[in-house]
């Protein structure tokens, strides 16, 4: 029996995820909860003919949301809109983080995989993580911060550049044709081009349109909306892209994201120390970037549901210029990351 809950799943990313994860064929028990009342979303998704069953749940019954719950995904919080950084969301964000993943460790099993949607990604990740550590209970194979739509757009935007050079020889969702690391902000967000040939056949005006596309896509999406919010459907699909990788590992051992039958690991945002590979991650970066930090976002491995590894690789052939991308993120990384633990530590009681 797999359930899955939703946090925050009446909202712009909840509802459209609540409707992905209602038709994945490895979840059998949806739970849906808000601060506003889910019951109708759930009756409504209930009536899909696809074998999950599905509950709704509101402010008040947040334990029976959670209860026996393998996998907790939360898109609960603020969202921006025009004018406003990811960092402007953080107050609100981090209480509501904090007060979720209080409850999350108090309700779930130790072995609750927690995924985290709400921005700012960079600071949050570092509140899970350490208020699961205020409650003994901290497992950072099992934490991790969605940055899926990064790649996600890396890829679409790789592939409108190439269709512009008439060059469909190169698929961009080809295991390992590009891959997006660092953080999930701005000059946080790092692509890198294994195939250096890629980055020249682009030619350095395109190189640089695309780093920044993908950098500052979520601002694009929020120009667009004009101010109605940010990116939901697009979020809605990679979180479930992401989910259904982790979901594949727990029915089949390990799980790698199949799309169109090409295979590729997904990143996402992560705690370094105390992963398979983190310390050798960590040192390597330093080696690269000049700063060492805990948290970054880079392409895993799982296993039954749980990060096995993650895989140093991807920082193994970098071009100068990806250099001079993961230099310029590690700094703005690092405030951040500091940002999200001083919230938690500073906080007396739990
Ligand atoms: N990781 C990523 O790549 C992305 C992250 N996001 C982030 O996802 C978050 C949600 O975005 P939207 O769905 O567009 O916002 P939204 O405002 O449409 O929905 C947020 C939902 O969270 C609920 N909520 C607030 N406090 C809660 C609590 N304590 N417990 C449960 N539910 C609570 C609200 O009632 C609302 O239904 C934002 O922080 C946004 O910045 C958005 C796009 C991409
Ligand atoms: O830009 C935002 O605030 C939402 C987000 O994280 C994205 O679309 O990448």
Do not use: W
Request: with cysteine; aromatic share 6%; hydrophobic share 40%.
């Amino acid at each position: 029996m797999v359930k899955v809950c939703v946090l925050g799943a009446f909202g712009g990313i909840g509802q459209p995820l609540s409707l992905l994860l209602k038709i994945n064929p490895h979840i059998d028990e949806l739970s849906l909860y808000d601060l506003n009342d889910c019951h109708g979303i759930s009756k409504d998704l209930s009536h899909i003919n696809t074998k999950s069953t599905t509950s709704g749940f509101d402010k008040n019954t947040l334990k029976d949301a959670l209860q026996g719950s393998n996998i907790v995904v939360i898109p609960a919080g603020m969202a921006r809109k025009e004018g406003m950084t990811r960092d402007d969301l953080f107050k609100v964000n981090a209480n509501i983080i904090k007060t979720l993943c209080l409850h999350i460790g108090q309700t779930c099993s130790e072995n609750v995989k927690v995924l985290i949607i709400s921005n700012p990604v960079n600071c949050l990740v570092p509140v899970a993580i350490e208020t699961f550590r205020k409650l003994g209970k901290l497992h950072p194979e099992n934490i991790m911060g969605i940055t899926t739509l990064d790649i996600v757009r890396a890829e679409t935007f790789l592939r409108e550049h190439l269709r512009e050079l008439n060059n469909d020889d190169i698929d961009p969702l080809d295991h390992d044709v590009i891959s997006v690391v660092g953080g999930h902000s701005g000059t946080t967000i790092v692509p890198i081009i294994p195939d250096k040939n890629i980055i020249k056949l682009l030619g350095s005006s395109r190189y640089k349109q695309l780093v920044h596309r993908i950098q500052f896509g979520g601002d694009e999406v929020i120009k667009a909306k004009k101010s109605s919010g940010s990116a939901t459907l697009s979020m809605a699909y990679a979180a479930s892209e992401f989910i259904s990788t982790i979901l594949l590992s727990m029915t089949h051992g390990t799980g790698i994201c199949s799309k169109e039958q090409k295979y590729r690991y997904l990143p996402a945002y992560v705690y370094l120390p105390g992963l398979k590979n983190g310390a050798q991650l960590k040192r390597h970066l330093k080696q690269v970037a000049h700063l060492d930090v805990n948290y970054f976002a880079v392409p895993l491995k799982f296993k039954n549901g749980s990060i096995s590894e993650l895989d140093p690789t991807i920082l193994t052939k970098l071009s100068q210029e990806e250099i001079e991308l993961l230099r310029a993120a590690m700094e703005p990384l690092q405030i951040n990351i500091k940002k999200g633990e001083k919230f938690v530590q500073n906080t007396a009681k739990m």
